[in-house]
């Protein structure tokens, strides 16, 4: 098979719902979603905490249905701690049943490879159903490659190597260094950083907020993957306006 130049957008830890600033959420949620226009790519991925909590309005779920609507390309959501896959989980709430054919949630808690054919492109992830020490976001990652891209996504802490606290859903250097995937989609952590190991590239994009370290924008990280390229992987940051309402309802100055 032909695996064929794609590009992904990746973004993590959305918090929609959550109770300090909604509106904020949902308007970086947009921004995203024009992003992934703005930058012509293939697809979306939200590496987990994509809702704050399970109690959040059937409002906020209907907003981001209509979100990834919009989106158009194939969107791929892995839950996280902050909406688990369990047993009272969020993603069988009714809104749901109205989600558009371009939504895909990984719901496999012991792991699960979802294809995207016409993007070459397979995606590996395990959904967090409890958020604890014995929880491993990367237990039962493929090993093996099948000549489509493999991208991973996982939701937890990554361990530095003197990291010696035991942490809920961890991930371990040695994990990442032996997975084999193109590019390793993370999520958990607010901010951006790169925790690639041995020639496996893995990501946190951060929080799109979190990641551009402004009110006014959003940052998601830009995943190019080219078969022929001399860099078969390129991780970028593209930082992207967010519509203000203060912005917006700014009177205009007294000499315009
Ligand atoms: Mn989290």
């Known amino acids: 098979m032909t695996r064929r130049k794609i590009r992904i957008v990746h973004t993590s830890d959305t918090h929609l719902g959550d109770d300090w600033d909604p509106a904020a959420a949902q308007k970086a949620l947009s921004a995203v979603v024009g992003g992934v226009h703005a930058l012509n790519a293939d697809a979306l991925l939200i590496a987990g905490d994509v809702f704050d909590n399970a109690r959040i309005s059937d409002d906020v779920l209907n907003f981001f249905i209509g979100e990834m609507a919009r989106a158009v390309v194939p969107v791929v959501i892995l839950p ?37 054919p016409h993007l070459t492109l397979d995606i590996w992830g395990r959904a967090m159903d409890s958020h604890t020490p014995s929880f491993r976001p990367l237990a039962g990652i493929p090993t093996e490659r099948n000549g489509r891209w493999l991208v991973a996504m996982a939701h937890g802490h990554f361990h530095f190597p003197d990291d010696t606290e035991e942490r809920s859903s961890p991930i371990h250097p040695y994990e990442i260094a032996a997975a084999a995937c193109d590019y390793m989609a993370l999520g958990h952590w607010e901010r951006f950083e790169d925790v690639s190991q041995d020639g496996v590239t893995a990501y946190y994009s951060g929080s799109p907020m979190g990641a551009a370290g402004s009110r006014n924008e959003v940052a998601v990280n830009v995943v190019d993957l080219d078969p022929v390229g001399e860099t078969r992987v390129n991780v970028s940051q593209a930082h992207m306006p967010m519509q203000s309402d203060t912005a917006r309802s700014l009177p205009l100055a007294a000499d315009d």
């Open 80 to 116: 996280g701690n902050h909406d688990l896959y369990d047993s009272a989980t969020l993603y069988r709430r009714s809104p749901f049943d109205a989600a558009p054919a371009n939504l895909h949630i990984i719901n496999g808690t012991h792991g699960q490879r979802l294809s995207l």
